[in-house]
């Protein structure tokens, strides 16, 4: 046989394989029992596998995962179209979910389920993205140096009582954007632009690391205030390493209140693909993420607030859950993104 034809075969084969599956998936589908779910996701913590096992051994569908960043896989969706094999997109912030959305990348789940465990602020209006699972962005703060009622608002930390004494990761970082974006939200560009540019003027040390890296910071003396997300200090607090709990021991976590309503609130959270192959094996999924049982999980390992509202956090959570949650819809964090990243990169926060 002539290499041609040997080509040509294994790419009949390889249709024929593929289209074998596609039957099965398409059949398991229907009958809403095994098969797969194909998960692109830009969430990457230690924590989700276990997410991913329980399912699979609840429903007998396998979890295919592709992992990146999450523009990554919004351009990986939009470039493969309606042949998208993608199921169901998650992402580990509210901003980059609206972002798949407004590229037309979801289509409505139609869950009553979903409607009814996710608070209406915590999803897409139209029912297209679900939060799974809260943080708060908040402060970390050392309490020789800083007093309580000095950080319970967000625009302290723009004033000049901080220069020099703040510590932030870079401005394109999403939960410093969606932050921001809630700050337009709230009190409208001018305002927020003038909060900035404080912030900025307020910085220790030029942005650099993640939120880990400015906690650190604060207890090494660089700072004396960081922006972090809740769950980076609560693993530090209650993680493994001996040097993260000294940390976490000496400092002290602060809720700031934007306008008295609350402190600002981010999401981890996903949503039915547009061109899902195994939409009922897909929405089967999200609503597991809605269960208690997976509550727990996220809870209990990656330290996160639950989103569901009877959900109770995990004991290592616990202590930090009486918190005021600004009720603010999280759908309008990705509304002020592109604002928002115009203004941070004006202000000069690299």
């Not at 009486?322 to 202000?347: C, E, L, T, W």
Request: charged residues 20%; aromatic residues 8%.
């Amino acid at each position: 046989m002539s290499r041609r034809l040997v080509t040509l075969a294994a790419v009949a084969l390889g249709a024929l394989a593929l289209a074998a599956c596609g039957q099965k998936d398409a059949a398991a589908d229907k009958a809403g029992q095994g098969g797969v779910l194909n998960l692109y996701t830009a969430r990457h913590y230690d924590a989700d596998q276990k997410l991913y096992d329980l399912f699979a051994q609840k429903t007998g569908i396998e979890v295919k995962r592709i992992e990146g960043k999450p523009d990554e896989l919004i351009a990986r969706m939009k470039a493969e179209g309606a042949n998208s094999p993608a199921d169901v997109f998650i992402a580990a912030d509210a901003g980059a979910l609206w972002r798949a959305q407004d590229a037309g990348l979801f289509q409505p789940a139609a869950s009553d389920a979903l409607d009814r465990l996710i608070p209406a602020n915590l999803r897409a209006p139209d029912g297209q993205w679900f939060g799974f699972s809260r943080r708060a962005r908040v402060v970390a703060y050392d309490p020789a140096k800083v007093k309580p009622e000095e950080i319970d608002d967000y625009a302290k930390l723009a004033a000049p009582r901080f220069k020099g004494k703040l510590c932030v990761r870079s401005g394109d970082n999403v939960y410093n954007l969606s932050l921001v974006g809630a700050l337009i939200e709230a009190w409208g560009p001018e305002r927020a632009k003038q909060w900035v540019e404080g912030v900025v003027a307020n910085m220790a040390r030029p942005p650099e690391g993640g939120d880990r890296d400015q906690i650190r910071a604060v207890a090494a003396g660089v700072c004396e205030v960081a922006l972090t997300n809740s769950y980076y200090f609560i693993r530090m607090a209650a993680g493994d390493d001996a040097g993260d709990r000294q940390i976490a021991e000496k400092l002290k976590l602060g809720f700031p209140s934007l306008d008295g309503q609350g402190s600002h609130v981010n999401i981890s959270g996903g949503g039915l693909a547009a061109h899902a192959p195994n939409r009922a094996n897909a929405v089967k999924f999200l609503e597991f993420l809605a269960s208690p049982e997976a509550q727990a999980i996220v809870s209990q390992y990656n330290y996160e607030y639950p989103a569901v509202a009877d959900a109770a956090p995990s004991p290592a959570v616990a202590p930090y859950a009486d918190f005021k949650a600004n009720p603010m819809s999280v759908a309008r964090y990705g509304v002020h993104q592109a604002q928002a990243q115009s203004m941070i990169s004006a202000a000069g926060w690299r």
